[in-house]
């Protein structure tokens, strides 16, 4: 055993090691079942959070399609007070952003802006004129892409 009352650094050096076996064990890294755990809280999470998630984005997009259905009705409301009649199917929806038929009464645009909006699916809104529903039918087949399903969002709904 050394003699550490005449000065020695044995005591000294024995600290720096455990110091260094210390700090080297630290910058060392996760083990493998730190990171199996990890994932698979995380995989939890993602299974009780993301059909969640999933349902919201659902729910917004039909709030997004019935507030455009509403904007589509208010100027379609507009161009039948300033041409007396509905943009006819075959004008269809392209008639509230450009006169279709040249007429002096056509006050357009009625749209804000300078192209008509596609539904949040991304598919073109579906008009008819005259309509199986009234005056007029406009819908978006809705997330299946389908009409007649009971995802479609309608005017007449």
Aim: charged residues 25%; negative net charge.
């Amino acid at each position: 055993m050394p003699n550490l009352s005449n000065g020695s650094n044995w005591g000294k050096n024995m600290r720096d090691d455990f110091k260094k076996r210390r700090i080297e064990k630290s910058e060392a890294g996760f083990t493998l079942m730190e990171l199996i755990v990890v994932l698979v809280i995380l995989g939890m999470l993602a299974a009780v959070v993301g059909p969640n998630v999933f349902n919201k984005i659902m729910q917004s997009k039909d709030h997004v399609a019935k507030i455009q259905l509403a904007e589509f009705e208010s100027a379609l409301q507009l161009y039948s007070f300033d041409i007396g009649r509905l943009p006819t199917t075959a004008e269809g929806l392209q008639a509230l952003i450009q006169n279709p038929s040249g007429s002096e009464s056509w006050k357009g645009p009625y749209m804000s802006k300078p192209v008509i909006p596609t539904d949040p699916w991304d598919r073109p809104y579906i008009y008819k004129s005259p309509g199986d529903h009234g005056d007029y039918d406009l819908s978006s087949a809705g997330a299946d892409g389908v009409e007649g399903t009971a995802d479609d969002i309608c005017s007449w709904k």
